[in-house]
């Protein structure tokens, strides 16, 4: 709580004539909303219209540590006379103005007035030998303990405060400039792969890609095969492990030999066995190739590259 000393303003003294009329139309004041256009006869300022806080203290507790420190009293061994005289000093000073403020201090001031009291009372002999306990004991613990708070407090107001040390900066951030990225988990890593093996396996495709097999070669093989044989089974000319073209060249190519009468193929009879034989021709005039050599030059004219 603050204790105040008052300092009324002095009442103004009434004007020795009437003012003169405001401006047609011009308010001077308002009063409770209601615009004022003449002055009121005689200005009255109440005496507390003014008040001065001079000092300002918390309560009792901080009078009392603001007078033990401001005398140099040592807390330990209050004179407990002069104390009491200046604390009761203050209390009739806000008595007089504020009774309401000066209620908490009056409990207080009889507390100082007892523990006064009890020590200016005379002590029986007995009581002398023993031991007995200061009554400024307790009063001396509560001042130590407020002295204690108030340090605490003040330590904490010193610390810096938002709004009144210092004002915490703002600064306009932009979210879309920095992605905020997903968080990715193994298992998400792993699902992500398999659907683009999935996917790989819809779009998949396959070349094929023709070779280039000549008739002309094949044939040369076939009789190649036949010489010095009186005769070769059919299936025996055919090479399966080289694949399908090479066994249709390889057909194509006996074929065309029998076509160029360069081979004759033979069967006894139905359903039986297949027999190719090479033909026997006529001595080649000199010069002349062998019947491999007329069977490529024929082959070169009948035969095309598949």
Known sequence: MGAAAEQPAADAPAPDGPLPPPPQGEALARLYGEPLFELPADLYIPPDALEIFLEAFEGPLDLLLYLIRRQNFNILDIPMGPLTQQYMGYVQEIRNRNLELAAEYLLMAAMLIEIKSRMLLPRPPAAEEEDEPDP?????????????????????????????????????????????????????????????????????????????????????????????????????????????PVLVVTFIALLELAKETLIEVVQAEAFAPIYVLARQHEPAPAGGDDAEGAAGEQADAAAAPM
């Open 136 to 244: 400024r004991a307790k009063l001396v613990q509560r001042l130590l303990e407020y002295e204690k708070t108030k340090l605490a407090a003040r330590a904490l107001d010193a610390l810096p405060q938002p709004g009144r040390d210092f004002w915490p900066t703002q600064a306009h951030f932009d979210l879309e400039l920095a992605p905020v990225l997903p968080h990715v988990e193994p298992e998400d890593l792993r699902r992500a792969w398999l659907a683009i093996v999935r996917r790989s396996k819809l779009v998949a495709h396959h070349t094929i890609t023709r070779e280039k097999l000549s008739v002309r070669e094949y044939m040369s093989h076939v009789l190649r095969d036949l010489q010095g044989k009186p005769y070769v089974p059919f299936e025996a000319l055919f090479r399966p492990e080289l694949g399908v």
